[in-house]
């Protein structure tokens, strides 16, 4: 290549290495849990760098002659990220860096190990094809041999770290992307097609009892975790079967599964287990259902055709290594939420981009503007200062001092009305300064972004205090039904029963027998000092 060629090269490295890098962009210390603002905020920076590197990469490089030089870097960039995660991990483990999580060792850039784990496995596949076609090259040069021991590095790096995820469906998404692209490299699938179908059939028996024992296996070992993810699944189904063709919009997850499990327990048909395993999950943990309960079954359906068509042109043009990322995403969002987090949704619209783009200059300039476009956006309507303020809220909030706390909150509620948990401290702030209507008013359009009980156990409250027992009961019901589990809202249903203007001797019995036997799913001390407090109401306004 020419000097002009190799600075196109070479800026075009830095711009997609700055734009995956979106990955690495976390600020725990100053937001909130969980909270992705700094990803979206950095995305339009990397994201304005990418486009004016490609861009000069376009006009100084590609060529007919080059149209696999953008697809080689691509893959670099990619297995250089996913070594900088995979290092982030092993230093986590060590002790040498902190995690993005109090509860989980290994997090990486991410808050959760889950999808640090996908991200891992997405990586994986890249990396092994690109070891395996420097491996097979005939005439290898200097520069050819450190490439091959570099990625090969990486998949051994990234093998090491893997297994402490503890994510079954990245190990999954990992495994079977590895066998799609050495079956490839190696030509297994050719070989496969000179075997006599009796042979075949024999080995699809033994894969099938392979299968099984190993998903029997996977299933066992985070057994409350596995049924809680196919519970979730079923509720799911129950909404989609409701609207299948149109969906219930955009970000309309958290109320349609709060009220579809809400309907679902409230008939009493239930089995135990799915009692012990309920929860309020913020994602459906399966992309595809998500999709589907949001747009509709046809939005799904038209999203796989489209995937489907870039591994096929992927394949076609020899791009192995993105389209084994492309399968190893595939699986894990079967299973997870990546396409919730702004780094992962970055690096699989690069992988897509570097298996789909072909010769045309056409294509790779829309690829760009697109790029560009998602990235402008993201600057321009992020919230990370605001969310940065939300976390100062938070002190306040957490240090009792609810009175400040809620003229913060009501500063900042104009940018963060769209976030459920900001809006549940919000109207938990104006409950306990005793605006309870407005509190309402507040967690009402929290229940919109949330479908965590909590919101209705405290609606309930204002309701009891404003005197509307009626509505308080109401509330309080709905809490049980979603989430029949907890032992907080019977708590508050004995408190409301033992009011004198809806005193019920009856209804107050048997909420308090629920309280005082019912099994917690963690004992705490809490529970206890409910329990005395309601010992003291029966005592006191059923047996005198």
Not at 295 to 307: D, N, Q
Request: glycine share 8%; proline share 3%.
């Amino acid at each position: 290549m020419s000097r002009r060629e190799y600075i196109g090269t070479g800026l075009m490295f830095i711009g997609l290495t700055a734009l995956l890098g979106t990955v690495w962009a976390c600020d725990v210390e100053h937001l909130p849990d969980g909270v992705q603002a700094y990803q979206l905020y950095c995305l339009g920076y990397t994201s304005v760098v990418f486009a004016v590197c490609c861009t000069c990469f376009a006009f100084m490089v590609l060529r007919e002659k080059r149209s696999q030089l953008f697809y080689r870097l691509t893959v670099w960039s990619l297995i250089l990220s996913g070594c900088v995660e995979a290092l982030w991990g092993m230093g986590q483990i060590y002790g040498l860096f902190r995690s993005n999580h109090a509860l989980y060792m290994l997090t990486g850039s991410f808050y959760n190990p889950g999808p640090y784990s996908g991200y891992l496995a997405m990586v994986f596949p890249v990396s092994l094809d690109e070891w395996l076609r420097l491996r097979k090259t005939r005439v290898r040069t200097t520069y050819d041999t450190l490439l091959m021991y570099a990625s090969g590095g990486v998949c051994v790096l990234l093998l090491c770290v893997l297994p402490a995820g503890m994510s079954r469906a990245a190990w999954i998404a990992a495994f079977v992307s590895g066998i799609v692209v050495c079956g490839i490299r190696c030509e297994w699938f050719v070989r496969l097609k000179r075997l006599k179908w009796k042979t075949l059939s024999y080995a699809a028996l033994a894969g099938c009892i392979i299968m099984g024992v190993v998903g029997y296996a996977l299933m066992n070992l985070k057994v409350a975790s596995a049924c809680g993810r196919l519970f979730i699944w079923k509720i799911c189904c129950k909404a989609i079967a409701k609207a299948p063709f149109c969906g219930y919009g955009s970000n309309s997850f958290a109320r349609v599964y709060g009220n579809t499990q809400e309907a679902y327990f409230s008939k009493g048909t239930y089995v135990a287990w799915e009692e012990h395993v309920a929860g309020s999950p913020e994602y459906a943990f399966n992309e595809y259902l998500q999709i589907a309960l949001e747009y509709g079954i046809p939005v799904l359906l038209f999203v796989l055709c489209a995937i489907i068509f870039c591994i096929r042109c992927g394949i076609q043009m020899r791009r192995n290594a993105v389209c084994g990322g492309m399968i190893s995403f595939l699986i894990f969002a079967f299973a997870s939420y990546p396409l919730h987090i702004p780094g992962f949704v970055v690096t699989l619209f690069v992988v897509f981009a570097a298996g789909f783009i072909g010769d045309s200059r056409w294509w790779y300039f829309l690829w760009i503007v697109i790029a560009l476009g998602i990235g402008l956006y993201a600057m321009r309507y992020n919230h990370y200062e605001a969310c940065k303020q939300w976390t100062r809220c938070q002190f306040l909030y957490r240090m009792g001092d609810y009175s400040l706390a809620e003229k913060e909150y009501g500063k900042l509620y104009p940018l963060l009305q769209g976030e459920g948990a900001f809006l549940f401290e919000y109207g938990h702030c104006l409950h306990k300064q005793g605006m309870y209507a407005v509190s309402n008013r507040i967690l009402k359009e929290a229940i919109g972004r949330t479908c965590d009980p909590m919101i209705l156990n405290i609606i309930g409250k204002n309701y009891q205090a404003m005197g509307e027992y009626g509505q308080a009961e109401q509330w309080l019901v709905r809490s049980i039904h979603r989430l029949p589990g907890r032992i907080y809202p019977y708590y508050l249903l004995v408190k409301l029963y033992a009011e004198p203007e809806f005193y019920d001797a009856v209804a107050l019995r048997d909420a308090a027998k629920i309280v005082l036997t019912k099994e917690p799913k963690v004992p705490s001390a809490a529970i206890k000092e409910m329990r005395r407090e309601v010992e003291n109401i029966v005592s006191t306004k059923i047996e005198n």
